[in-house]
């Protein structure tokens, strides 16, 4: 196990580059093993998510060739098992694709359940839901193995999501590819990653219309050619973790290789609480100066485009260090605020009860030792104790390496003074 050694209370400035988007990269490249034929994909981003993607990928006989450091050729063609019961599938959550997948490709998929951060209860009953109404009605759940069958070719149909679920919307349009005829998800989830699994797919040869709209409408084919190049979109969560660094750290942060639509509700905030947030067209500048008042404010977390939950805690950790009292309702996961007891380690003065959290900030932060309870908390940790004074010791940071691309020497770029050490 290997922790970070950060020394607090150093202004962060200068630019950062952020890599390619993490969850839109596991819908990716689930569905380049959705297709028919070869693909190239670039601005993969190298974290350890996607290299055991990759490695199950591998294992189920797909051949895996990175051309470049963030450049990966995946060829489908050579898979002709519909069984994933690899250990690593229990390692992550997005091997949930696979599902999609291999159901749409084989109409039929036998595979162990994913596994992923621990906030709460992760259902797939939509999943499944979407599958059935395709006609993958056999279904089987047991001993932590999911069997799901479709005797003939699946058959479009029309699935109303209840709730709006980012992993149900791509597995079900991931099947739904290959079904005969049309298939229309409503209620569908609008994220940048949804835009960008069916930006993927319709380069391959699909037809997937109304992506980022409430209803995506799919036209099955038999095959998909597939044999093109195509490139992942930034990463809108590492963005915002640098973006809300430069209030943090009373810092100057520009923010490279990003798309600042997808950045709106955050900007917002950050302008709401006292920040300067320059646009450039792939950029944004996040400053607050010496003298400049950072003030609390309230957030919920929603579907995009609203507030990312996967922002949530670190703008806890910002408004730690802003005047006044923040509230946030979390409104997504019913069990993300489990890090809040590690920021009370540090001085936190934080209320929960139920969905909602009270922060009362304008504290300094001290020092502590800290685990990192989920990819999302650890990035959190690791913000606070930038911005507390004296020396933090981040535990468990296989857990940010997970979703994080070269954190540390992204964060001494900005001249934070951290390292990672050997337990
Ligand atoms: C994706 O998870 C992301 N993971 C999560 O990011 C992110 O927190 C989440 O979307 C919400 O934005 C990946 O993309 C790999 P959901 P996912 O299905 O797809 C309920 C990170 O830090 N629900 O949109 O698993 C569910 O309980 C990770 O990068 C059902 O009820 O999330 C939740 O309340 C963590 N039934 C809500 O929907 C279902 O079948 C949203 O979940 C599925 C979900």
């Known amino acids: 196990m290997s922790r970070y050694r950060i020394n607090g209370g150093r202004r962060l400035s200068g630019r950062v580059t952020i890599s390619g988007s ?39 006989g797909a ?3 990175w051309q470049s450091h963030d450049t990966v050729r995946i060829d489908p063609t050579t898979v002709s098992n519909h069984e994933a019961m690899m250990e690593e599938v229990h390692q992550l959550r997005g091997s949930y694709y696979l599902l999609g997948a291999f159901l749409g490709r084989f109409g039929r998929v036998r595979q162990l359940l994913p596994g992923g951060c621990d906030f709460g209860s992760r259902p797939i009953d939509l999943h499944l839901k979407g599958f059935a109404a395709l006609g993958a009605s056999e279904q089987q759940i047991s001993d932590g193995v999911i069997d799901l069958q479709c005797p003939q070719r699946l058959k479009g149909a029309s699935i109303f999501l209840n709730v709006v679920s980012v992993g149900a919307t791509i597995n079900i349009m991931l099947a739904a590819v290959h079904a005969e005829g049309v298939t229309v998800i409503d209620n569908a989830a609008k994220e940048p990653h949804i835009v960008d699994v069916a930006n993927f797919l319709n380069a391959m040869g699909a037809e997937v219309r109304g992506a980022g709209t409430d209803v995506i409408k799919i036209t099955g084919r038999p095959v998909l050619p597939a044999n093109k190049t195509y490139a992942i979109i930034p990463d809108q969560i590492e963005a915002g973790t640098f973006m809300m660094m430069a209030p943090l750290t009373r810092g100057d942060i520009t923010v490279e290789n990003l798309i600042p639509t997808h950045m709106e509700p955050l900007s917002n905030k950050l302008i709401d609480m006292g920040c300067l947030v320059e646009e450039g067209d792939d950029s944004i500048r996040v400053a607050l100066m010496e003298h400049d008042k950072l003030t609390a404010t309230t957030f919920r977390t929603m579907p995009y485009p609203g507030y990312p939950t996967d922002l949530q805690p670190q703008t806890v950790a910002l408004l730690c260090a802003a005047e006044g009292s923040g509230r946030v309702i979390e409104n997504v996961w019913e069990n993300r605020f489990q890090y809040i007891d590690d920021l009370k380690l540090m001085g936190a003065n934080i209320m929960t009860s139920g969905r909602l959290a009270i922060i009362q900030g304008g504290l300094r932060l001290q020092g502590a030792k800290v685990p990192c309870r989920d990819l999302r908390a650890g990035a959190a940790m690791v913000m606070a104790a930038l911005a507390a004074e004296g020396e933090t010791i981040v535990e468990g940071i296989e857990t940010i390496q997970r979703g994080y691309e070269n954190f540390v020497p992204k964060l001494r770029g900005l001249g934070a003074e951290i390292e990672e050490i050997e337990a």
Do not use: C, Y
């Open 22 to 60: 993490k969850n839109a990269a596991l819908g990716v490249l689930a569905a380049a093993m959705a297709v028919d034929g070869p693909s190239v994909i670039e601005n993969v981003p190298r974290v350890s998510d996607i290299d055991i993607l990759l490695d199950i990928f591998a294992l189920l």
């Open 63 to 65: 051949k895996v060739e």
